[in-house]
């Protein structure tokens, strides 16, 4: 454990040391975790007689009321171009779909192209560009017609491809999870180099997901680790096997999980498998040191070879070869300090 803090990876007690070393597939929430959760808004087109500063201004003052990612981009931005933000009335975030607010007395819908179909949303064509980009597209409803789209992207962390790269060679398979719609989802996925995912996963399903993998893979031995930072990642990292939370993501996910990036660098996921994978090797070595000793002496002790030889195991002998015994195994265990991970 305290080679893995060295590293960076916060590991809280023995059994996730002894889990990460079964661990076969690896669940990535995207957002925060493949990507830096670093959005900003790229794009915004109008669908209606709506000029971009009216599609934002409505945009950032519903968003204004929200915690997600998506929609505290679309609040800087409105920002940055020092528009004004309505305060919005009888708000409501509605779960893995967008948000609702009233604002002046109309309803402002800020949500996602397939629930937007509602609304009359056909310009899926520009959705789809968008989309294929690897962006992610708010669409914007006022009193239930859509005026405009917002696009959205989020850069992918600098060491992703690499932490992907290499857990593929250690013989782990690498899932993406995330609530985009599956183009937006395989563009990212793409670029880091995963080829299986998960995508359109409302928050509330990331648990059952996990679930799903993990009952294909327990009949094998094997393992699923779940790896995420916001609050709705809490409950898939509870249920994971082993739930891996980055360190600049929320409490209660860092409370959930087993295992904590303090740098939030998902390279040190990798780093947290080998360290276990050699603790285990380690493990086995001694005890089979340990017991290779008292196999040995215990019948030398019981008088087996007194008849023979006349050799008896002196009292002090005995000391010395249970001193000895330990020393090996500390010695032995000390070698981790100087695994390259």
Same mark, same amino acid.
């Given at each position: 454990?305290?080679?893995?803090?060295?590293?960076?990876?916060?590991?809280?007690?023995?059994?996730?040391?002894?889990?990460?070393? &079964?661990?076969?597939?690896?669940?990535?929430?995207?957002?925060?975790?493949?990507? !830096?959760?670093?959005?900003?808004?790229?794009?915004?087109?109008?669908?209606?007689?709506?000029?971009? !500063?009216?599609?934002?201004?409505?945009?950032?003052? @519903?968003? #204004?009321?929200?915690?997600?990612?998506?929609?505290?981009?679309?609040? &800087?931005?409105?920002?940055?171009?020092? *528009?004004?933000?309505?305060?919005?009335?009888?708000?409501?975030?509605?779960?893995?779909?967008?948000?609702?607010?009233?604002?002046?007395?109309?309803?402002?819908?800020?949500?996602?192209?397939?629930?937007? &179909?509602?609304?009359?949303?056909?310009?899926?064509?520009?959705?789809?560009?968008?989309?294929?980009?690897?962006?992610?597209?708010? @669409?914007?409803?006022?009193?239930?017609?859509?005026?405009?789209?917002?696009?959205?992207?989020?850069?992918?962390?600098?060491?992703?491809?690499?932490?992907?790269?290499?857990? %593929?060679? %250690?013989?782990?398979?690498?899932?993406?999870?995330?609530?985009?719609?599956?183009?937006?989802?395989?563009?990212?996925?793409?670029?880091?180099?995963?080829?299986?995912?998960?995508?359109?996963?409302?928050?509330?399903?990331?648990?059952? !997901?996990?679930?799903?993998?993990?009952?294909?893979?327990?009949?094998?031995?094997?393992?699923?680790?779940?790896?995420?930072?916001?609050?709705?990642?809490?409950?898939?990292?509870?249920?994971?096997?082993?739930?891996?939370?980055?360190?600049?993501?929320?409490?209660?996910?860092?409370?959930?999980?087993?295992? +904590?990036?303090?740098? #939030?660098?998902?390279? #040190?996921?990798?780093?947290?498998?080998?360290?276990?994978?050699?603790?285990?090797? @380690?493990?086995?070595?001694?005890?089979? *040191?340990?017991?290779?000793?008292?196999?040995?002496?215990?019948? +030398?002790?019981?008088?087996?070879?007194?008849?023979?030889?006349?050799?008896?195991?002196?009292?002090?002998?005995?000391?010395?070869?249970?001193?000895?015994?330990?020393?090996?195994? +500390?010695?032995?265990?000390?070698?981790?300090?100087?695994?390259?991970?």
């Amino acid at each position: 454990t305290g080679k893995g803090a060295e590293k960076g990876s916060l590991i809280k007690d023995a059994t996730a040391i002894e889990q990460l070393n &079964k661990v076969r597939s690896v669940i990535l929430d995207k957002t925060g975790t493949v990507t !830096k959760g670093e959005v900003e808004v790229t794009e915004v087109v109008s669908l209606s007689r709506a000029r971009e !500063k009216r599609i934002v201004e409505l945009a950032a003052g @519903v968003e #204004s009321h929200s915690e997600h990612p998506l929609g505290q981009a679309v609040v &800087k931005y409105a920002k940055r171009k020092k *528009w004004r933000l309505d305060k919005p009335e009888k708000f409501e975030a509605m779960t893995g779909v967008g948000v609702r607010a009233i604002i002046n007395g109309d309803e402002v819908v800020v949500s996602s192209p397939v629930y937007a &179909k509602r609304f009359g949303l056909k310009e899926m064509s520009r959705v789809e560009e968008f989309q294929s980009q690897g962006k992610t597209v708010l @669409v914007v409803s006022l009193n239930r017609r859509v005026i405009g789209l917002i696009a959205v992207a989020d850069t992918l962390k600098d060491d992703s491809r690499d932490a992907v790269k290499q857990m %593929m060679e %250690m013989g782990v398979e690498v899932y993406m999870l995330t609530g985009d719609n599956p183009r937006t989802a395989k563009s990212i996925a793409e670029e880091v180099g995963i080829d299986r995912v998960m995508a359109e996963v409302r928050p509330e399903d990331k648990a059952a !997901k996990g679930r799903e993998l993990q009952s294909e893979l327990h009949g094998q031995g094997k393992l699923v680790a779940m790896v995420g930072d916001g609050i709705n990642d809490a409950p898939a990292l509870a249920a994971a096997d082993v739930g891996i939370a980055m360190g600049a993501g929320t409490d209660i996910a860092m409370e959930s999980a087993s295992v +904590v990036l303090m740098n #939030s660098n998902i390279e #040190s996921i990798p780093r947290a498998i080998k360290l276990s994978r050699e603790t285990l090797k @380690v493990i086995k070595q001694n005890l089979f *040191w340990a017991f290779g000793y008292n196999v040995v002496l215990i019948p +030398v002790a019981m008088g087996v070879l007194y008849p023979i030889w006349g050799v008896v195991l002196n009292p002090m002998l005995a000391s010395a070869a249970m001193a000895l015994s330990s020393v090996s195994v +500390v010695g032995n265990a000390l070698r981790l300090k100087k695994v390259q991970l």
